[in-house]
């Protein structure tokens, strides 16, 4: 059995046909999935999105959720107080079935005002306090950021581990992060032509520290034909990566699954 360890099937792609495409990844070997929350507005409604009452569970994958707000999303909202937000986040954490705390971190790939960089980091802070308040796991969103983050991580020594989702780093960078024992998202960014950086990265990281994602609809795999990416990809990101580190693909699976599982409690 494959996890998904990143995926966000509540996000507006897959209105159309959320539930089918939860089954075949089922049917395709992937049996549990974790969806981290983006906006703070999805902490309340990725829930409604992805309900599953009334249908046969043991046709869908365990879905598993994560409280918080991405580094990109923090300006949005602007009229609600930051003592509302954070009650939205502790409400949030609450739920039996929220396993981390994230998308949370720094992303400096986009243009930012002071105020911008500002907000970010407010709030990377305010949720690395709740996740060492709940003991939670960290699901990190670092895009071109990493030194900063570093620096930010150190100031709050780790109750529980995390992964570094979408790792798209150098080898002197996952140093610090294996250092630091923290896991490594990796997915279709893996696979793609300009890559080869991250491919040298990605032997040289144990598969003891790899999480397999998608960040479907996101980051689509080389070979990906559709539209919007999906766990039915994670097989073959599996086999891609056992390939690179010349090892069985059984091995990556059962590993990987293995990792997200005691990282996550699942
Ligand atoms: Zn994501």
């Known amino acids: 059995m494959f996890i998904d360890s990143h ?14 495409i939860l089954a075949d990844i089922k049917l395709c070997g992937v049996g549990k ?52 937000w954070e009650n939205v986040l502790r409400n949030a954490v609450e739920n039996d079935c929220v ?52 620096e930010v991580l150190k100031q709050y020594p780790l109750k529980e581990s995390g992964v570094v989702h979408c790792f798209n780093g150098d080898i002197t960078v996952a140093e610090k992060y294996i250092e630091m024992g923290l896991f490594f998202g990796i997915g279709g960014s893996v696979t793609l032509d300009e890559s080869d950086s991250l491919r040298e990265t990605v032997k040289h990281i144990p598969l003891e520290r790899i999480l397999l994602e998608t960040d479907a609809p996101y980051v689509c795999p080389k070979w990906c034909n559709d539209r919007w990416n999906t766990s039915l990809n994670i097989p073959k990101i599996a086999d891609y990566i056992a390939k690179l580190k010349n090892i069985s693909a059984e091995e990556v699976e059962y590993i990987t699954t293995e990792n997200a599982e005691n990282l996550f409690g699942i």
Request: hydrophobic share 35%; aromatic share 12%.
């Open 7 to 20: 995926c966000h099937y509540d996000r507006k792609q897959f209105n159309k046909n959320r539930f089918e």
């Open 33 to 84: 999935i974790i969806t981290p929350a983006i906006e703070l507005e999805s902490n309340v409604t990725m829930y409604e999105k992805l309900d599953i009452s009334g249908l046969s569970r043991e046709k869908l994958p365990e879905i598993y959720y994560t409280a918080g707000i991405h580094p990109t999303r923090v300006w949005r909202n602007g009229s609600i107080p930051e003592k509302e």
């Open 99 to 150: 396993v981390a705390l994230g998308e949370t971190g720094l992303d400096y790939h986009h243009q930012m005002d002071e105020n911008m960089f500002e907000k970010q980091h407010f709030w990377f802070h305010k949720q690395l306090e709740i996740a060492q308040e709940f003991k939670l796991p960290l699901v990190l969103h670092i895009r071109q950021a990493d030194i900063d983050a570093i």
